[in-house]
């Protein structure tokens, strides 16, 4: 993946609402951009471009259940989508993986479990990335992106996903599909977070379902018609979904001042 220049902006300038797609370079604290030797450590909210692509990104699966029919989605409408998996059920559902990598989509490491890594110590985490990335490269993935459960890390962490290669990749926006609502509803919420450049946060599972408030806020809806619904939408507005990676190579990165989650 070709690196790009990373813009820090503050996190206000990160929203749809904003008008600030493809116009990052203006709004950015350091007039040069991000040195490339730190940019790398700074999770990327969405990239600087007035291109009409949008990044559709998945957490916490593979599902047996829910990815195969996102899958079918995707392929009728011709978007491409990148999955953060854990990679416990990725070894374990490996026949989905390669059927995502089929489909013309990417697979990247959320991580072995959805504890938050504000949990782990440095060297804790930095194992722990590592047999994640082991875990997918048992199934013939190589991955460059990595996004922390909850999307919370620590600073002291980020030298860590540097040095193992991969790059700290956040979202712009979301859909807040991980707790029970109707599909319509999803899907507007989602559709409203896109924007030319933008990162979109999805789940095709849920990985930490005992952390629910109460029973009735599991999801119950249907994944699939979610994102038919969203899809659909994103096309009145001539946008369409592509992998994060593609993404990344069609502008300068967007990173966000006080946006990192967690102490040192």
Known sequence: MKRQRTFLVR???VDPAGGNAGRFASRQLFRWGVPSAFARMLGVLCVDTREPVFALTYDDGPDPDHTPRILEVLARHGARATFFVMTD???EHDDIVKKIIAGGHEVQVHGRDHESM???GVGEFWRHVRRARRDLESVGVRPTLYRPPYMQFRRS???AV???GLTLALASGDSRDW???DEGAIAQRGAAAVFPGAVLLMHDSRADPQTA???AELPRFDRADVIDRLLQEAAVRGLTAVTMTELLGRGAAVAARAYHRGPR
């Open 11 to 13: 996190r206000t300038d």
């Open 89 to 91: 059920r990725a070894v």
């Open 118 to 120: 504000l949990t782990r």
């Open 157 to 159: 962490q980020m030298m």
């Open 162 to 164: 540097r040095l193992s």
């Open 179 to 181: 707790e029970h609502d």
């Open 213 to 215: 408030r109460s029973e």
